[in-house]
């Protein structure tokens, strides 16, 4: 069975900080990994995501994410917040199969501080 | 392009009333996701179709909620008679799924809002 676990449900961070979002997650099969954002009263969007490509994937808003296999991790980073990051970020995977229903991570809540 | 479109995006009922949230996924996707989000539980998959067709409505929490999918345009859920509890923030995503190179991703709409007193 696939599972994410994100850890650190708060994050708090000054603009212009690295930004580091962990994401580890465990599949029997080829994972499919996504990161979404959700900003305040909106609904979910796509960050980026990896489908079994180049293992560094570069998202929207200057985020970026590698795919680690030896550590089943998907961390989530940007070299600098910004005030208009802040938001709830979620970890997601799927497998590669014909199913291929997502699992969710519980999200990450992050804040940026002036 | 229009993405998917939620309505109502608010709204109050009293218990017992039902209430019906509205959904119009992106065109040509062929599945479509019902989500509830709360503060206590997070993200919840309610169900999901694929090709208008119930694939797995395992997280539909009881009898009192129901979801149909008429045609590849058009999705309802349903909840009678509401609770208190049912207070959440409903959301409907919509997919292409099968297929090489498809990949997965949801796209989601803004969310109903719902409040049940």
């Known amino acids: 069975a696939q599972s994410v676990t994100q850890l650190g449900s708060h994050v708090s961070v000054s603009e212009g900080a690295l930004v580091l979002l962990r994401c580890n997650y465990s599949s029997s099969v080829p994972p499919y990994l996504f990161w979404y954002v959700q900003y305040p009263n909106q609904g979910l969007q796509l960050l980026l995501k990896?489908?079994?490509?180049a293992t560094l994937v570069k998202g929207i808003n200057g985020f970026e994410a590698e795919f680690k296999k030896s550590e089943t991790s998907f961390h989530l980073t940007k070299p600098s917040a910004h005030m208009s990051d802040a938001a709830e970020y979620f970890c997601?995977?799927?497998?590669?199969?014909?199913?291929?229903?997502?699992?969710w991570g519980l999200g990450t809540s992050l804040a940026v501080n002036p | 392009d229009a993405g998917v479109i939620q309505s109502p995006r608010h709204e109050v009922t009293e218990m017992g009333q039902e209430v019906t949230l509205r959904c119009k996924p992106i065109s040509g996707h062929n599945s479509l996701f019902w989500y509830r989000q709360t503060m206590m539980r997070g993200l919840e998959l309610l169900i999901y179709?694929?090709?208008?067709?119930?694939?797995?409505d395992s997280g539909m929490p009881e009898d009192r909620f129901s979801a149909k999918m008429p045609n590849a345009s058009f999705s309802t859920l349903k909840i009678q008679p509401s609770e208190p509890r049912d207070s959440a923030v409903y959301f409907c995503?919509?997919?292409?799924?099968?297929?090489?190179?498809?990949?997965?991703?949801?796209?989601f709409g803004e969310g109903s809002r719902l409040t049940v007193l």
């Open positions: 179709f694929n090709n208008n067709v119930p694939i797995d």
């Open positions: 995503a919509s997919s292409l799924m099968g297929g090489t190179g498809n990949t997965g991703e949801l796209f």
């Open positions: 990896y489908t079994s490509a």
């Open positions: 997601a995977v799927t497998n590669a199969g014909n199913n291929r229903k997502l699992i």
